[in-house]
C-alpha cells in the first residue's frame, strides 16, 4: 500500500498525459505522506513496519518484540524475526511498484524519457556527488527514526491507538520531504528504492533505459546509518525529554 501509492503519485506528476502531469513537487511530497498514512494503519499486525531503517533502528533502541499487543501479534525479536521483517518489507515494495505500472501502463509506454520512468520507481540526487547525497539521506532517516520513537515517550498513550499514530507519521514523512527531500528525493527508506529499482529492472517497460545501479547503494545505506544511529542515540537523550 505504501510503496503503490507513493510511487503512483510519482507516476501521476512525471508522466504525460496523466491528469497530474507538472503537478510539482509538493503533491508528490503530499502524496508520499498520505501513501504513509494508509501503510501505517493497514500494517498494524506487525506495527506497521514498512521500512528496514524504521525496523533496524527499534532494534537498536533495544526493541525486544515486533508487532501489536492491541491485536496480539507481538513476535520477539531475533535475527530470524529481523531478516524476515526486512524481507516482507522489500517483497511488498516491489508488488506495490508492480501494481503502478500497471495502472500508469499507457503512459509510461507514452512517456518519451527514460529518466522520467525510473523516478517513478527510485530516488535519484538533484546533485550526484556520492557522500553528499549519503549524508542527506542519513539526516532525513535519522528524523524519520528518532521522531518515530520519541512517538512512544509521549504521555497518554494507549494500546490500540495505532491507527491515530498513523497521522503524525504521516505528516512526519510529509515534513522531512518538503526539508530534506530537495537533494535526494528523501528515500528515507531501503526497502522502498530497492524494490521498486528492482521491479524498473526486471519489468517490460518500453524505452526505460538503465536502472542507475551505481547510484543505489545510497538510499539503502544511508537510511540504514540514519536509523541506527537514531535508536542508538534515542536511548540517551529521549528520556531527558519525556
Do not use: C
Not at 107 to 112: A, Q, R, S, Y
Not at 224 to 237: E, H, K, M, N, R
Request: proline share 6%; no cysteine.
Amino acid at each position: 500500500m505504501l510503496v503503490l501509492l507513493g510511487t503512483a503519485v510519482v507516476a501521476n506528476v512525471a508522466l504525460i498525459r496523466t491528469k497530474g502531469f507538472n503537478g510539482g513537487f509538493l503533491m508528490v511530497t503530499f502524496g508520499w505522506g498520505l501513501a504513509v498514512f494508509a501503510g501505517v494503519v493497514v500494517a498494524y499486525n506487525s506495527g506497521a513496519h514498512l521500512n528496514p531503517a524504521v525496523t533496524l533502528g527499534l532494534v537498536a533502541n533495544g526493541a525486544k518484540t515486533f508487532g501489536s499487543a492491541a491485536a496480539h501479534t507481538l513476535v520477539p525479536v531475533n535475527f530470524i524475526t529481523v531478516l524476515l521483517y526486512i524481507l516482507a518489507q522489500l517483497i511488498g515494495a516491489i508488488i506495490g511498484a508492480i501494481v503502478t505500472w500497471l495502472a500508469y501502463k499507457q503512459h509510461f509506454d507514452e512517456e518519451p524519457d527514460p529518466a522520467n520512468k525510473l523516478g517513478v520507481f527510485s530516488t535519484g540526487p538533484a546533485i550526484r556527488s556520492y557522500g553528499w547525497n549519503l549524508i542527506t539521506e542519513i539526516i532525513g532517516t535519522f528524523v524519520l527514526v528518532f521522531v518515530v520513537i520519541a512517538f512512544g515517550h509521549q504521555p497518554g498513550q494507549a494500546p490500540g491507538l495505532a491507527a491515530l499514530g498513523a497521522l503524525p507519521v504521516a505528516l512526519l514523512v510529509v515534513g522531512i520531504g518538503a526539508s530534506l527531500g530537495g537533494p535526494t528525493g528523501y528515500a528515507i527508506n531501503p526497502a522502498r528504492d530497492l524494490g521498486p529499482r528492482l521491479a524498473h529492472a526486471f519489468l517490460p517497460i518500453r524505452g526505460k533505459g538503465s536502472s542507475d545501479w551505481s547510484y543505489s547503494w545510497v538510499p539503502i545505506v544511508g537510511p540504514i546509518l540514519g536509523g541506527v544511529l537514531a535508536g542508538l542515540l534515542a536511548t540517551w537523550l529521549l528520556p531527558l525529554i519525556k
